[in-house]
């Protein structure tokens, strides 16, 4: 279901309260912010918002500080990159309720910016305390989730606050929304999925859902190891999860019946330890020694993988093909990131923490229709699952 957006609501002089996904990588030792791309993301609708004069109070969590006031996770740092990138002050406060915050939003100009401190540093946000949101929403007139990356979760500042206030989605969550909805509901065709990454266990429900989606589903990284073993393949020392084993035959049996192309690795990197400088060589996925592990879809399998994705229209692509931690097992997941920025006509849409870093270091990330900013949420919306962060907010 569609959802309204900030488009449909008055917002000239109103307090208007936005949740964004601050939730940035700090340096340590400094605090500094390592990666602005969430923060940068956040930009379409802030400036939205300040051309219409409303009155902005931006609320977020940052990491993991369990519902206690925790110094090195403040939102103080996360504020000043914000005014750098906004080109004027943003305002702070200590806390992200209570009489100081009251009057700071109280106070707000036209297109004046004001950044809460974590709301995490309350317990009662994870808790989705109905006192906790209702304190928020009584900050402001309107609200906008314009953090899809926490939408999978029901918190007060994601869900439960949207029952207090008109409640819209911002730009990037709609844009998120668009792109990851369109794929699931409404594809253009032929439609291929990849699929990478660690664990089996916390992709195979996205891998189900998407085999009931698309035409082509191709499997590497870690991921696929469990299917090689379940085709009877020696996969040496490889992670794999012996668990999913049937789960993988059944995977593979309702592609044939569907006629879906499923395609697993034919050639891989191995390893003889899991070390970055590990003795490695490219083998026939039928000859993997014993003792040694994969690391990496070989040559053959992104030649194979990229003349699936030719004439493609719609390519989703979850979890990276290897360990692209160690430089010397990322190149399966750097071509492959090549061949599907290349590709033409098509629409192209990255999710995961991980595959998102690929393309962004290798500076291509422009080059995809969509890399989206959240993680778990994206996976979780893949699965076919309902966010309850767009549940609560108003249909269009
Ligand atoms: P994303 O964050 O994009 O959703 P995941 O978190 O599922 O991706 O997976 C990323 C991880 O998968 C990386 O840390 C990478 O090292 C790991 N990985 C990929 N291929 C392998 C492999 N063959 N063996 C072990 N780990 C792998
Ligand atoms: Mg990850």
């Known amino acids: 279901m569609a959802k309204k957006n900030i488009e449909s609501v008055a917002v000239a002089g109103k307090r208007v309260l936005v949740r964004v996904d601050y939730n940035v990588p700090l340096e340590p030792e400094s605090g500094n912010v390592l990666d602005d791309t969430r923060i940068k993301a956040t930009l379409p609708t802030i400036e939205y918002l300040r051309e219409k004069g409303a009155k902005l109070i931006l609320a977020s969590h940052l990491g993991r500080p369990k519902g206690k006031r925790e110094p090195s996770l403040s939102l103080s740092r996360v504020g000043e990159r914000l005014a750098e990138l906004l080109g004027s002050p943003v305002k702070t406060t200590s806390c992200c309720c209570g009489p100081e915050v009251q009057e700071a939003a109280h106070s707000l100009e036209p297109g004046e910016v004001l950044l809460l401190e974590n709301l995490r540093f309350h317990a009662e946000e994870e808790e989705n305390d109905p006192e906790y949101a209702k304190a928020l929403a009584s900050l402001a007139q309107v609200y906008v989730n314009d953090a899809f990356g926490a939408a999978h979760r029901a918190h007060a500042s994601t869900e439960g606050v949207a029952r207090y206030l008109p409640a819209v989605a911002g730009l990037l969550m709609e844009r998120e929304l668009a792109f990851l909805g369109r794929a699931m509901v409404d594809p253009e065709r032929p439609y291929a999925a990849i699929i990478g990454g660690a664990k089996i266990s916390t992709k195979m429900a996205v891998l ?7 035409d082509k589903l191709l499997i590497g990284g870690g991921m696929a190891n469990t299917f090689l073993k379940a085709e009877g393949f020696n996969v040496g020392e490889s992670l794999a999860e012996d668990g999913f084993l049937e789960r993988a035959r059944q995977v593979m049996a309702r592609a044939k019946e569907k006629r879906v192309l499923l395609l697993l690795p034919t050639d891989v990197i191995v390893a003889d330890e899991f070390a970055a400088d590990a003795q490695a060589k490219r083998v026939s996925i039928k000859d993997v ?58 629409t192209t849409i990255l999710g995961g923490g991980e595959t998102a870093a ?3 270091e290798l500076g291509i990330a422009s080059r995809f229709s969509h890399v989206s900013t959240g993680g778990g949420a994206a996976l979780e919306l893949l699965e076919g699952r309902e966010l309850p962060g767009v549940a609560a907010l108003a249909d269009a």
């Open 208 to 214: 189900e859902s998407l085999l009931e989606r698309v």
């Open 289 to 346: 020694p014993d003792g040694w592990r994969i690391m990496d879809v070989g040559e053959m399998t992104v030649n194979v993988f990229a003349k699936a994705l030719e004439g493609c229209k719609t390519v989703v692509w979850n979890g990276p093909m290897g360990v692209i931690e160690f430089g010397s097992f990322a190149h399966g997941s750097h071509r492959l990131a090549g061949v599907v920025a290349n590709l033409k006509g098509a």
């Open 358 to 360: 690929v393309v962004e």
